[in-house]
Protein backbone atom coordinates (compact mmCIF):
# COMPACT_ATOMS: atom_id res chain seq x y z
CA UNK A 1 0.00 0.00 0.00
CA UNK A 2 1.01 3.95 -0.77
CA UNK A 3 0.97 5.85 1.49
CA UNK A 4 -1.34 9.43 0.21
CA UNK A 5 -1.86 12.10 2.39
CA UNK A 6 -5.13 14.10 2.31
CA UNK A 7 -4.44 17.28 3.03
CA UNK A 8 -7.58 18.53 4.79
CA UNK A 9 -8.36 18.99 8.71
CA UNK A 10 -12.21 17.22 7.90
CA UNK A 11 -11.93 14.12 8.85
CA UNK A 12 -15.26 13.80 7.11
CA UNK A 13 -13.17 13.98 3.54
CA UNK A 14 -10.84 11.51 4.85
CA UNK A 15 -13.80 9.19 5.07
CA UNK A 16 -15.48 10.03 2.16
CA UNK A 17 -12.63 9.68 -0.01
CA UNK A 18 -11.72 5.82 2.13
CA UNK A 19 -15.40 5.29 0.72
CA UNK A 20 -14.23 5.61 -2.75
CA UNK A 21 -10.29 4.06 -3.06
CA UNK A 22 -11.68 1.15 -1.54
CA UNK A 23 -10.09 -1.46 -2.98
CA UNK A 24 -7.05 0.74 -4.59
CA UNK A 25 -4.00 0.24 -3.07
CA UNK A 26 -3.88 3.57 -1.73
CA UNK A 27 -3.49 3.64 2.09
CA UNK A 28 -5.43 7.26 3.42
CA UNK A 29 -3.99 9.42 6.21
CA UNK A 30 -5.04 12.84 7.56
CA UNK A 31 -2.55 15.63 7.03
CA UNK A 32 -0.92 16.33 10.70
CA UNK A 33 -2.66 18.94 12.20
CA UNK A 34 0.23 21.57 12.69
CA UNK A 35 0.16 21.57 8.87
CA UNK A 36 -1.77 24.51 7.48
CA UNK A 37 -1.18 25.44 3.77
CA UNK A 38 -2.67 28.87 2.99
CA UNK A 39 -4.98 29.67 -0.12
CA UNK A 40 -2.96 32.01 -1.73
CA UNK A 41 -3.65 30.57 -5.32
CA UNK A 42 -5.87 32.60 -7.67
CA UNK A 43 -7.66 29.44 -9.30
CA UNK A 44 -9.30 26.58 -7.87
CA UNK A 45 -6.65 24.70 -9.03
CA UNK A 46 -3.92 26.50 -8.02
CA UNK A 47 -4.83 25.92 -4.52
CA UNK A 48 -5.09 22.37 -4.49
CA UNK A 49 -1.77 22.22 -6.42
CA UNK A 50 0.15 24.38 -3.43
CA UNK A 51 -1.58 22.34 -0.76
CA UNK A 52 -0.89 18.98 -2.31
CA UNK A 53 2.80 19.85 -3.01
CA UNK A 54 3.35 21.73 0.46
CA UNK A 55 1.65 18.50 2.27
CA UNK A 56 3.52 15.78 0.21
CA UNK A 57 6.84 17.91 0.79
CA UNK A 58 6.21 18.47 4.49
CA UNK A 59 5.61 14.93 5.03
CA UNK A 60 7.75 12.88 2.79
CA UNK A 61 4.13 10.98 1.36
CA UNK A 62 1.86 10.90 -1.93
CA UNK A 63 -0.89 13.88 -0.88
CA UNK A 64 -3.87 14.64 -2.56
CA UNK A 65 -5.83 18.06 -1.94
CA UNK A 66 -9.00 19.76 -2.93
CA UNK A 67 -10.26 22.90 -4.03
CA UNK A 68 -13.78 24.03 -4.39
CA UNK A 69 -16.22 27.03 -4.32
CA UNK A 70 -19.43 28.77 -6.35
CA UNK A 71 -18.72 31.18 -9.10
CA UNK A 72 -22.23 33.17 -9.75
CA UNK A 73 -22.31 34.49 -13.98
CA UNK A 74 -23.45 37.86 -12.92
CA UNK A 75 -20.97 38.32 -10.54
CA UNK A 76 -18.00 37.98 -12.86
CA UNK A 77 -17.28 34.45 -11.32
CA UNK A 78 -17.82 35.96 -7.48
CA UNK A 79 -17.40 34.50 -4.85
CA UNK A 80 -14.92 31.83 -6.48
CA UNK A 81 -11.68 30.92 -4.51
CA UNK A 82 -13.24 33.40 -1.48
CA UNK A 83 -16.16 31.27 -1.43
CA UNK A 84 -15.39 29.95 2.59
CA UNK A 85 -13.99 33.41 3.57
CA UNK A 86 -16.87 35.30 2.14
CA UNK A 87 -18.63 35.83 5.72
CA UNK A 88 -18.36 34.18 8.82
CA UNK A 89 -21.23 31.59 8.73
CA UNK A 90 -23.30 29.84 5.91
CA UNK A 91 -26.22 32.14 7.13
CA UNK A 92 -23.73 35.23 6.34
CA UNK A 93 -21.87 34.15 3.04
CA UNK A 94 -25.88 33.34 1.55
CA UNK A 95 -27.19 36.31 2.33
CA UNK A 96 -24.51 38.39 1.24
CA UNK A 97 -24.33 36.53 -1.73
CA UNK A 98 -28.27 36.77 -2.31
CA UNK A 99 -27.57 40.55 -1.07
CA UNK A 100 -25.47 41.04 -3.82
CA UNK A 101 -27.38 39.22 -6.41
CA UNK A 102 -30.77 41.52 -5.80
CA UNK A 103 -33.19 41.06 -8.28
CA UNK A 104 -31.32 40.15 -11.04
CA UNK A 105 -32.18 37.98 -13.62
CA UNK A 106 -29.76 36.12 -14.19
CA UNK A 107 -29.02 33.46 -11.38
CA UNK A 108 -26.69 31.19 -13.81
CA UNK A 109 -23.97 29.60 -11.32
CA UNK A 110 -21.83 26.65 -11.02
CA UNK A 111 -19.54 24.81 -8.03
CA UNK A 112 -16.14 23.92 -9.17
CA UNK A 113 -14.00 21.48 -7.62
CA UNK A 114 -10.21 21.01 -8.38
CA UNK A 115 -8.20 18.05 -6.98
CA UNK A 116 -4.26 17.34 -7.16
CA UNK A 117 -2.41 14.81 -6.51
CA UNK A 118 1.30 15.32 -5.55
CA UNK A 119 4.33 13.17 -5.65
CA UNK A 120 6.34 12.81 -2.26
CA UNK A 121 9.22 15.61 -4.01
CA UNK A 122 6.34 18.08 -4.17
CA UNK A 123 5.55 17.48 -8.19
CA UNK A 124 2.44 17.15 -9.38
CA UNK A 125 1.35 13.86 -10.80
CA UNK A 126 -2.49 14.25 -11.58
CA UNK A 127 -5.26 16.92 -11.56
CA UNK A 128 -8.49 16.96 -12.65
CA UNK A 129 -11.99 19.44 -12.66
CA UNK A 130 -15.53 19.09 -11.25
CA UNK A 131 -18.51 21.14 -12.17
CA UNK A 132 -21.92 21.34 -11.78
CA UNK A 133 -24.24 23.99 -13.45
CA UNK A 134 -27.06 25.28 -11.15
CA UNK A 135 -28.82 28.35 -10.48
CA UNK A 136 -29.18 30.54 -7.55
CA UNK A 137 -32.38 30.74 -6.10
CA UNK A 138 -34.11 34.05 -4.45
CA UNK A 139 -34.60 32.18 -0.97
CA UNK A 140 -32.78 29.09 0.53
CA UNK A 141 -34.75 25.87 0.19
CA UNK A 142 -34.26 22.38 1.83
CA UNK A 143 -31.76 21.65 5.17
CA UNK A 144 -29.29 19.36 3.94
CA UNK A 145 -25.74 19.49 3.05
CA UNK A 146 -23.90 22.49 3.73
CA UNK A 147 -22.30 25.61 2.58
CA UNK A 148 -24.00 27.14 -0.20
CA UNK A 149 -25.88 24.37 -0.60
CA UNK A 150 -29.90 25.62 0.34
CA UNK A 151 -29.76 28.07 -2.78
CA UNK A 152 -28.07 26.11 -5.09
CA UNK A 153 -30.70 24.75 -7.58
CA UNK A 154 -30.37 22.29 -10.28
CA UNK A 155 -32.91 22.52 -13.00
CA UNK A 156 -32.26 18.80 -14.43
CA UNK A 157 -33.01 17.29 -10.87
CA UNK A 158 -35.41 20.39 -9.84
CA UNK A 159 -33.73 20.54 -6.20
CA UNK A 160 -31.55 22.64 -4.62
CA UNK A 161 -27.99 20.23 -3.40
CA UNK A 162 -29.80 20.79 0.09
CA UNK A 163 -33.08 18.87 -0.73
CA UNK A 164 -30.76 16.23 -2.99
CA UNK A 165 -30.26 12.90 -0.90
CA UNK A 166 -26.49 12.56 0.13
CA UNK A 167 -26.54 9.67 -2.78
CA UNK A 168 -27.28 11.96 -5.54
CA UNK A 169 -25.32 14.98 -4.66
CA UNK A 170 -22.52 12.58 -5.08
CA UNK A 171 -23.31 11.60 -8.38
CA UNK A 172 -24.49 15.52 -9.71
CA UNK A 173 -22.18 17.22 -7.74
CA UNK A 174 -18.46 19.05 -8.93
CA UNK A 175 -16.86 16.73 -6.67
CA UNK A 176 -18.02 13.56 -7.48
CA UNK A 177 -17.72 14.59 -11.10
CA UNK A 178 -13.89 15.56 -10.11
CA UNK A 179 -13.21 12.54 -8.11
CA UNK A 180 -15.20 10.50 -10.63
CA UNK A 181 -12.23 11.29 -12.95
CA UNK A 182 -9.95 10.57 -10.56
CA UNK A 183 -9.89 7.39 -9.71
CA UNK A 184 -9.06 5.70 -13.07
CA UNK A 185 -5.86 7.77 -13.27
CA UNK A 186 -4.99 6.95 -9.76
CA UNK A 187 -5.58 3.09 -10.87
CA UNK A 188 -3.13 3.57 -13.66
CA UNK A 189 -0.74 5.63 -11.02
CA UNK A 190 -1.07 2.61 -9.01
CA UNK A 191 -0.08 0.27 -11.82
CA UNK A 192 3.06 2.02 -12.71
P1 LIG B 1 -12.74 24.54 0.52
O1 LIG B 1 -13.08 23.66 1.67
O2 LIG B 1 -11.54 25.38 0.67
O3 LIG B 1 -12.77 23.79 -0.79
O4 LIG B 1 -13.88 25.67 0.46
C1 LIG B 1 -15.03 25.42 -0.19
C2 LIG B 1 -16.09 26.44 0.19
O5 LIG B 1 -16.92 26.54 -0.96
C3 LIG B 1 -16.94 25.92 1.34
O6 LIG B 1 -16.65 26.54 2.53
C4 LIG B 1 -18.35 26.27 0.87
O7 LIG B 1 -18.65 27.56 1.28
C5 LIG B 1 -18.24 26.24 -0.64
N1 LIG B 1 -18.58 24.91 -1.17
C6 LIG B 1 -17.76 24.03 -1.79
N2 LIG B 1 -18.42 22.91 -2.14
C7 LIG B 1 -19.69 23.08 -1.73
C8 LIG B 1 -20.86 22.26 -1.80
O8 LIG B 1 -20.88 21.13 -2.31
N3 LIG B 1 -21.97 22.80 -1.28
C9 LIG B 1 -22.03 24.03 -0.71
N4 LIG B 1 -20.97 24.82 -0.60
C10 LIG B 1 -19.80 24.36 -1.11
Not at 102 to 120: D, K, L, M, Y
Amino acid sequence: MTVLVVATGNPGKVKELQVYLDGLGWELRPKPDALEVEETGATFMENACLKASQIAQAVGEWAIADDSGLEVQALQGSPGVYSARYGSSDHDRIQRLLDELGSTSNRAAQFVCAIAVARPDGTIALQTEGYCLGEILTVPQGIGGFGYDPIFYVPEHRLTFAEMPPELKRQVSHRGKALELLFPQLRALEQK
